[in-house]
């Protein structure tokens, strides 16, 4: 990680100071076409880049522009994730797991994953990474403070060394103490992009490289939550709180090698086009937990908090996973019909751990998955007037069963309304940890056939000018999740034991989320609201009931217009309902039914300001924890985080 750190360091000031060079007359570079949109003084007969000429591309080939606006759905994404938190509950900490409030934010993919979601959320996944096309070179340094001692960076540089080819080079880096004992967090992603056309748009390609890594301090939650929620005044003091574990911390680090393109067959474009497309993606990962002290100390005694161990001191539980895929296609595009594209695919992953448990009944953990995987799929594309669809179908052609059926339909009633609708059937593998796991703990050993997962899901919403509103309807079958299974006996000594489990039942889920903003002259008041309910035989999918964000904040231009600032609250709030818990040794949430959160509310105070193409935030968090009883919660154990005064901002450079 050291390494990709220097180099990046080394070649963005290298790229920074060169861009002023003297371009000669025959240079067909890009930076010799355009002046930067920020430049006060440009020759005459400089051609001006308009914003539209900053373009980010996803890997679907969605395009949107680079905004450098001041907005309140701009505030709502300055964190370490760059997204609206709406519907996720942050741990203490400043990345750490996040619990999920809304339980339609939850993906799928047919593919068996390696699991440990709970320390996916730093993870930036293939379909996540943007590819850019640049008029002039184009720069982003994004910054956050943090709990404690830390930072949040999150920085990137990307420019076309011609029409044809374009680089970017990103690096993201958090580090954050946290108010608790044991509870740093620091992690890092590297990311490389580039994007090359001809200029007969013949050949396309887009590719990237990332190396990431998020390092967490477990310290398995506070061992007396009644002294987090009492008034008395030491406690304020997290550091006296007592916590599970003094030294555990967990590991999760992943390198990628990604590229997408096609060739055109014919020669020139017409109405009627075939492609050739090719996509390839290799990928490992290693998740590590290591604990060098085994026994907790609750209250002066020793307890074994995730049961017995086959060692006494210094465990250090390693899990690797690699992944090989390919995806190759015929494309077939016209220009009335739309595009029609088939393909076949080929998965292969190995999932392993390096040896073999064999328990005295005869129980045998064996020491690695490994899985090929080969599907047939077709997709068919349609963009015409007002109509835009895209409908995905794939289904194995090997001995194991998967399917994927997306269908997504678009229609723009005109430039300020717009319908989506989108019906989904996966039948998914498990992923890894839910049939293979080893541990040095004991009981944290398990080797499963699980059912393959269904999910029918179908969702609708609307954006108008007036409100924003959602609809989802999912019915989940064979559905797997981790569970508490300790005895009576071990909970009471304080021993957790997590294992997966599958439910034979149907859950039936049902979202609906509005959004509405009231503009009273240079007044604002957005509101956000999610309803949710789940009908099932146990309590396997747990959500609260209702989820708000209410915002109220003024807005306006300052000293002759040079300054635009917004000021106002910020009101969360969610109903009581049986969270999931947050297990350090699995790097997952499991359900559980003996501790409520929730009925709490936190209020946050914020300012923001743009100079130019430079933003400022300066935010209050969670004011009311000043004055309030201590009863929020995370997730059972886990306290939400008090209040704390955090600024950042994001600058932008057009050069």
């Known amino acids: 990680m050291r390494i990709f750190i220097f180099l990046y360091l080394l070649v963005v000031p290298t790229l920074l100071f060169s861009q002023g060079k003297p371009a000669s007359k025959n240079n067909l570079d890009m930076n010799t076409q355009y002046s930067s949109i920020t430049d006060t003084v440009k020759k005459k007969k400089s051609k001006i880049a308009t914003i539209d000429q900053y373009k980010i591309i996803s890997l679907e080939h969605d395009t949107i ?15 370490h994730l760059r997204k609206d938190l709406f519907g996720l509950l942050e741990l ?3 990345g750490q797991p996040i619990n999920t409030l809304q339980y339609s934010l939850t993906s799928f993919s047919p593919y068996p994953e390696i699991g440990f979601n709970g320390k996916h959320f730093n993870y930036i996944q293939a379909d996540e990474v943007r590819y850019y096309s640049a008029a002039t070179p184009f720069t982003e340094l994004f910054f956050n403070t943090t709990i404690n001692k830390g930072q949040n960076v999150d920085s990137f540089i990307t420019l076309n060394t011609s029409k044809n080819l374009n680089f970017s080079i990103a690096y993201r880096g958090l580090r954050s103490e946290g108010d608790y004992i044991n509870q740093l967090v620091s992690s890092g992603s590297f990311r490389f992009t580039t994007s090359y056309a001809t200029t007969n748009k013949r050949y396309a390609i887009n590719g990237h490289f ?45 390198r990628r090698l990604f590229f997408d393109h096609a060739f055109r067959v014919n020669p020139k474009e017409g109405n009627n086009n075939l492609y050739i497309n090719h996509q390839f993606n290799y990928e490992s990962k290693a998740f590590e937990y290591k604990q060098p002290t085994v026994l907790s100390i609750v209250d002066g005694e020793e307890v074994q908090r995730f049961g017995e161990s086959y060692v006494t001191s210094n465990i250090n539980d390693q899990t690797h996973f690699e992944r090989l895929y390919n995806k190759v296609g015929l494309a077939y595009e016209n220009s009335l019909l739309g595009k029609f594209h088939f393909f076949v695919d080929d998965y292969r992953s190995n999932y392993e751990y390096g040896k073999i448990i064999v328990f005295k009944d005869g129980r045998t953990i064996p020491d690695n998955l490994f899985l090929q995987i080969n599907n047939f799929g077709a997709q ?21 069963s ?34 293979l796991y080893q541990s040095s703990y004991v009981q944290y050993n398990w080797s499963n056939n699980f059912k393959n997962e269904k999910i029918n899901s179908l969702g609708a919403a609307i954006y108008t ?37 599958q439910y034979g039942n149907a859950v039936n889920y049902l979202e609906i989320k509005a959004n509405k903003e009231f503009k009273f002259g240079k007044f604002g008041f957005d509101n956000t609201l999610l309803y949710q309910k789940v009908d099932q035989s146990e309590s396997i999918v747990n959500v ?5 964000r209410n915002t109220l904040y003024y807005s306006n231009y300052f000293f002759k217009k040079a300054l635009y600032a917004q000021g106002g609250v910020v009101f969360n709030y969610f109903t009581k309902y049986y969270a999931n818990g947050y ?30 193409q430079t933003r400022f935030y300066l935010k209050g968090e969670h004011i009311n924890a000043l004055f309030s009883k201590g009863n929020y919660y995370s997730a059972p154990n886990y306290p939400y985080r008090d209040f704390v005064i955090r600024f950042g901002l994001v600058w932008n450079f057009f050069q």
């Open 380 to 400: 068919y594309e349609y963009q015409k007037n007002k109509w835009n669809g895209r409908f995905l179908y794939t289904r194995s052609i090997t001995n194991q």
């Open 92 to 94: 203490p900490n400043i």
């Open 583 to 612: 297990n350090p040794v699995i790097g997952e949430f499991y359900v559980q039914d003996t501790k409520e959160i929730g009925d709490f509310a936190t209020i946050d105070l914020f300012i923001n300001a743009r100079i130019r």
């Open 465 to 501: 000018p007036w409100l924003n509103a959602e609809v989802q309807y999912t019915v989940l079958n064979d559905h797997l999740y981790f569970k508490d299974v300790s005895t009576a006996a071990q909970t009471a000594l304080q021993t957790q034991i997590i294992n997966p489990a």
């Open 210 to 254: 990332t190396y990431q890594d998020n390092l967490n301090e477990e310290n398995g939650g506070i061992t007396t939550p009644e002294d987090f929620e009492s008034d008395n005044p030491d406690f304020k003091n997290r550091q006296r709180l007592q916590v599970y574990l003094t030294d555990a911390e967990s590991l999760l680090k992943g």
């Open 402 to 435: 998967l399917s994927d059926l997306d269908a997504k339909l678009r229609y723009n009633l005109n430039e300020k309304i717009q319908f989506d609708f989108r019906y989904r059937n996966i039948n998914k593998l498990p992923n890894n940890n839910f049939n």
């Open 65 to 79: 522009y680079a905004d450098t606006s001041l907005t309140l759905k701009s505030a709502y994404k300055q964190n």
């Open 544 to 548: 609260p009931d209702f989820v708000t």
